[in-house]
């Protein structure tokens, strides 16, 4: 039996974060009915995440999956469509591209949005797992004013951890950096700064071998890899900071990457290929935050709709079919 035959459509985003269900909202709203290609599981990080309380919006919190619904819920209303599926194989090198999805399908895409976002790394312990979201984190800027007054951990040697560790001395009573070498990889003025700051100790040549508590963190099991002696660390939380690894394996070749696989790009929203985009931490490493994804998200769409109006003018170099009008707002 042969397979399906692609499906068209103008606009097609890869992924179901932030960005991408903002760039879904703007592009529906604009009459370009995406198609959503949610990546399984679907949501983006903030599925993982319990108590979201700097959303603007929601000045009592929300849940992050609850939040993620929304998203997804307002992005139908303007008739979004979703594929519930990974994207296993992309083709950039023509219009229209071309992505394939497994057992969903096959798309022809006028224009993409790629919003796979970044995972955080994590120590791949399961006492870690059990605890994420209840005192183990990877994100100091989400999570920190959680722990007011308590003694925290951070796990790390680059440039992140020395960031995060200086950023919860706003709440926390004392913080231990942990690191598994004897020296730290982050910048000078940031490993300074942590040093220089009294509420910071360092663990070097160490690693936490369990995270003790059953709803909560209670403290760390902590290996001295020089002597091999395992000690516990009375902490009330542990932030992760050993980097990101963001989702971009499936378009190594087809997109331009940095040397820590993140998209490039220019003019914030364009990536390499002329009609390809990209929105939220797949390329933003900086900032991280779930609105900042969504701003960009929205950015992206923008710049996609108006690309798609001025290749259907007919004088357009790569002249695609007949696009809409740009949308009130
Ligand atoms: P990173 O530079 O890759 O550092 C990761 C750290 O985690 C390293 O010290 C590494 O140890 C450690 N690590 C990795 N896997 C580990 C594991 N399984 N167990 C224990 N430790 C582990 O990541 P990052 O700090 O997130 O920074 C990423 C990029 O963003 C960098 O280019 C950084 O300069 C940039 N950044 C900049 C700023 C700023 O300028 N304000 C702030 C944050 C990040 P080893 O050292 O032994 O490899």
Redesign the pocket.
């Known amino acids: 039996m042969s397979a399906p035959a692609p499906v068209r459509r103008r606009l097609v985003i890869v992924g179901s974060g932030p960005a991408g269900l903002t760039a879904a909202i703007y592009a529906s709203r604009a009459n370009l009915a995406p198609l959503v290609i949610a990546g399984v599981p679907s949501g983006g990080q903030l599925m993982l995440t319990s108590d979201v309380e700097n959303y603007p919006g929601f000045p009592e919190g929300i849940l992050g999956p609850e939040l993620m619904d929304r998203f997804r819920a307002q992005a139908k209303r303007f008739g979004t469509e979703f594929w519930e599926a990974n994207v296993t194989r992309v083709d950039f090198t023509h219009r229209p591209f071309r992505l394939e999805a497994g057992l969903s399908g096959t798309v022809e895409a006028d224009a993409v949005i790629v919003a796979t976002g970044a995972n955080a ?1 994590w ?2 312990l399961p006492s870690e797992q059990k605890l994420r979201g209840k005192g183990v984190s990877a994100c100091a800027t989400c999570d920190g004013f959680f722990f007011k007054g308590k003694e925290l951990a951070v ?7 020395m ?1 995060e560790a200086t950023f919860l001395t706003k709440f926390a009573s004392h913080v231990t950096v942990i ?3 004897d020296g ?4 000078r003025i ?1 490993e300074s700064r942590a040093r220089a700051n009294p509420k910071i100790g360092f663990r070097l040549s160490s ?1 936490v071998v369990e995270v003790l508590g059953t709803n909560s963190v209670e403290g760390l099991r902590v290996k001295d890899l020089t002597t091999g002696k395992v000690e516990t660390l009375p902490v009330g939380g542990l932030f992760v ?4 690894d963001p989702a971009t394996e499936v378009f190594r070749g087809a997109l331009e990457l940095d040397e ?1 696989g993140y998209l490039k790009t220019r003019d914030l929203t364009r990536t390499s290929v002329e009609g390809v985009f990209a929105a939220g931490d797949v390329y933003d ?2 900032y991280r935050q779930a609105v900042s994804a969504a701003g960009l998200g929205c950015m992206a769409a923008l710049d996609a709709e108006h690309w798609l109006v001025e290749q259907a003018q007919p004088h357009a170099p790569g002249h695609v079919a007949s696009a809409p009008a740009p949308s009130a707002r």
């Open positions: 790394r120590l791949d796990v790390g040697g680059g440039d992140s951890a960031e690191h598994r070498r730290f990889r982050a910048s940031l690693e900071a050993i980097g990101h820590h490493h900086r």
